[in-house]
């Protein structure tokens, strides 16, 4: 940095027009003005060595708080505006000046010595001007004592106004100026270290800091600053170092507050930018991917669209709020993300739910809907008479909280049907619920959203399906239900069908509560039994009994064949099924207590006769006209018989139809054909066994069953509904245990355990012919079997068939195989009443079994049996098991009387 220069009295003056040229700045300046020119020229370009020149800042009125920079960059022509200057001597200058400035020059009376650092000429322009470009460092103020023209410029008397190296010398020792500089130095070098994390090159001024006097640095400093006019004017007049110091110092910190502010604004932009820059980036990048793929479904659009799903929900306005939450952390989740898809998957959820929409209940016309039932279902008239009655409330108060009908009986008698009926009579929707096995109450009530893979249960999904919140909804085999370690479905249901809790039921998947309460809930078991007393205490039972063979051949002819027929695209025109042959069926091919098997059967029939029909349509169009033509007349079948018979055996039919005959195959692989494309096939007992095979049941069955010592017939209840239940005895070598197989629960084995003990305590009583058999009664393992599949059996029912059984086996005597028993019976030989009685009967009925043995307190329930299945049994009521005996073996009861020993 230079040395203070020694300044020469007069100098040629260069006007900076709203600028200030402070010393130890450099400037670049452009002279292109005649009179700035002209001052280049003759005192610095023709000069051997080059002169200083002053340079004295003029402002013109409106310019005052105008800031410019001053220190970088090319600066004006300042030189230009002094040629405007009122003290000008060319005429066209003057003119010039008042066409551009009307208003007055303002000089300032103080000024920068400055020396030239570069000097370059223009390229002379055709009209003779010429431009300077010269590079000016100022050196030290000067004050202007008086100001004249000198040709087209001005030159000015100056006197210096910094100070010497002396003073300067003596002024650093001053402890005020000392304090000062220190001041200084510190911000300026906060305001370096602040620059220096923004840009590397600021190096070199931290070389100043060091090596430079500190009153040239406040002027670099300020210099380099983009302050007003009047600020730059102020540090220029600033002559005083200690005033200088302050006021640089003040302007340093003020530059440095607002670097910092700056940076601060910018880097909370800068973030915000930046974000949404990586989110655009990220979301072309996707775009550009799906494109490759070929999947272009806008993920976006998507998410709107289910907003709109949402919105039109019709949801509660707390759930709607916890749903818009849930929005809001899908929108900000990317699709590839981790629990994007499940909380999409939830709102999808909550978007489907009813939360308002219901089907429109007709008005209720309980004529009509009787006469829909009646339509529907054949008999049940009680069933029928109850379900009219709990419609009549619904009319009369639609809110009331009617009781949850369950229908309760064997497979196949009509309960689902039965519900669905009550759905149409409403005209509201019907959804089934399947209850059966569900063991885990996480199935009723679904997992909660933290668990991999979770579900809503099985009854808000069932809302879903359904689609409105008032449906009839069927929850099926309630007696299914079992609890484990997994919770207990039960209590869960408890919930459901309690009308005080179902307004807000809990599903722990939806985690907001549901509005169950217009749901119309019927459920339907098989048995009362295993349904948890609370669940049952919440329900109106109705039961169902099974069939009687009349009652099923009725369902068959007015509603099985009719919805058979039409299931398989036939009518009564292709396929007649008379009603003998129904009644074939139902003896030798069901024993069931509902009619589901008798419908397969029945359907079988029509399978076969479609395959035919169809074949025949295939090869004979004319088959649609055939429908007026008169049904095949009984005598006839004896001549398709014959026809069937040849086509079974290869033989050529007599009216030459071979060459057109495609044989259809029934699921067993017989043959059929009594079709001739004209009349109707008539089904009778060949077509029966060709598509259903040989009977599976007749009535010598119990008789061959009860052939040897040992087996006796019981009635039991079962998931079924009644069933004939033969039970096996054998005696082998062991130590006197019981083993008991077959399906069965804990009850029945305590029964057999009661039936042994209190035959081994009679033992000296039996019939027995020699010793060794009564060793056998005492020292041999009795082995008992209930055979009959898989049907699970329980219950007391079988304690006196289990006594007939091993009274048979001991006496050796076989026992009646046209009579069946059922009842409990106590240690001491007393009979008990038992449940299900007008089933067992049916299903004896069912057997052929001609007598019934009952416990004589059961005589009242003999009241459900129909009067004309009563008529065909001899039914036997017995208070003691000995009673019993009596009437179960041909020549009377096996054991001596008392009296006799
Ligand atoms: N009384 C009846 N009148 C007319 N059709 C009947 C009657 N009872 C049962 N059905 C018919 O028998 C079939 C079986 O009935 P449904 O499915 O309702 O039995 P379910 O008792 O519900 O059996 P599950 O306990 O196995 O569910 C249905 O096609 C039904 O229409």
Redesign the pocket.
Known sequence: MAEPVELPSRLAILPFRNKVLLPGAIVRIRCTSPSSVKLVEQELWQREERGLIGVLPVRDSEAAAVGTLLSQGVGGDPGYGSSKSPTTSSAEQQKQDSKNHQEPIHWHNRGVAARALHLSRGVEKPSGRVTYIVVLEGLCRFSVQDLSARGTYHVARISRLDMTKAELEQAEQDPDIIALSRQFKATAMELISVLEQKQKTVGRTKVLLETVPVHRLADIFVASFEISFEEQLSMLDSVDLKVRLSKATELVDRHLQSILVAEKITQKVEGQLSKSQKEYLLRQQMRAIKEELGDNDDDEDDVAALERKMQSAGMPPNIWKHAQRELRRLRKMQPQQPGYSSSRVYLELLADLPWQKVSEERELDLRAAKESLDS?????TKVKQRIIEYLAVRKLKPDARGPVLC?V??????????ASSIASALGRKFIRISLGGVKDEADIRGHRRTYIGSMPGRLIDGLKRVGVCNPVMLL??IDKTGSDVRGDPASALLEVLDPEQNKSFNDHYLNVPFDLSKVIFVA?A?RVQPIPPPLLDRMEVIE?PG?TPEEKLK?SM???IP?VLDQHGLSSEFLKIPEGMVKLIIQRYTREA???SL?RNLAALARAAAVRVAEQERFSPAIQLSKGIQPMAASTTALLDTRLAGAGSGSSPSNGEVEMEVIPMDVSGQEISNFDGGSPIVVDETMLEKVLGPPRYDDNEAAERVATPGVSVGLVWTNFGGEVQFVEATAMVGKGELHLTGQLGDVIKESAQIALTWVRARASELEISSTSDKNLLENRDIHIHFPAGAVPKDGPSAGVTLVTSLVSLFSKKKVRADTAMTGEMTLRGLVLPVGGIKDKVLAAHRYGIKRVILPERNLKDLAEVPSNILSGLEILLVKRIEDVLEHAFEGGCPLRKRSKL
């Open positions: 529907d279902h054949y008999g049940l229908f009986g064997p497979p196949g008698v009509g309960k689902t049907s039965l099926d085999e339907t098989n169902l069939y369902i007015k509603h099985l919805r509902g009619v589901r419908e």
